[in-house]
C-alpha cells in the first residue's frame, strides 16, 4: 500500500522520493507577456499553472522538480504538494486508484505501452 504524504510548502527539508503523486506550479506568462486583447485588469497578472502528475526524482517541496502527468506528458514546475487533494473536497486522491486506468489499458492489450497510443486489434 502506498504512503500517504502530507506536507505544507512551508515543510520544505522532508525529502519526497521519485514516485510520489505531486503538484508543481509555474508561471507561464508574466504580467506584461499577456495577449492584446487580454482585459487590463488580467493582464496585470500572470499566468499561473498548476498540474499534478509523478514526481520523476527526489526532491523538497519548493525545489524545481520534473514530473510525469498521469497521460505521460513531463512538465517543470515548482514543487507544491504531496498527494493533492482535489479543489472539490470530495476527499484526497487514493493512490492505488491512481494506477487502474493504466493498468486496465495494459490488461487488454488495446494500448501500444512504447507511445500511449491505441495499438492494433486485427
Known amino acids: 500500500m502506498a504512503k500517504v504524504v502530507d506536507r505544507s510548502a512551508s515543510e520544505n527539508t522532508t525529502r519526497v522520493p521519485a514516485g510520489e503523486y505531486v503538484q508543481i506550479h509555474s508561471?507561464?506568462?508574466?504580467?506584461?507577456?499577456?495577449?492584446?486583447?487580454?482585459?487590463?485588469?488580467?493582464?496585470?497578472?500572470?499566468?499561473?499553472?498548476?498540474?499534478?502528475?509523478?514526481l520523476d526524482h527526489d526532491a523538497h517541496i519548493g525545489e524545481e522538480v520534473t514530473i510525469t502527468t498521469v497521460l505521460g506528458r513531463k512538465a517543470r514546475g515548482r514543487l507544491v504538494a504531496v498527494n493533492p487533494p482535489y479543489p472539490h473536497n470530495f476527499a484526497r486522491p487514493v493512490p492505488e486508484l491512481l494506477h487502474i486506468g493504466e493498468e486496465l489499458w495494459r490488461l487488454l492489450g488495446a494500448r501500444d505501452d512504447r507511445d500511449g497510443r491505441e495499438g492494433d486489434q486485427a
Open 27 to 54: 508561471v507561464v506568462l508574466k504580467p506584461g507577456e499577456r495577449a492584446p486583447q487580454v482585459p487590463e485588469d488580467t493582464q496585470k497578472v500572470p499566468l499561473e499553472l498548476r498540474l499534478k502528475g509523478y
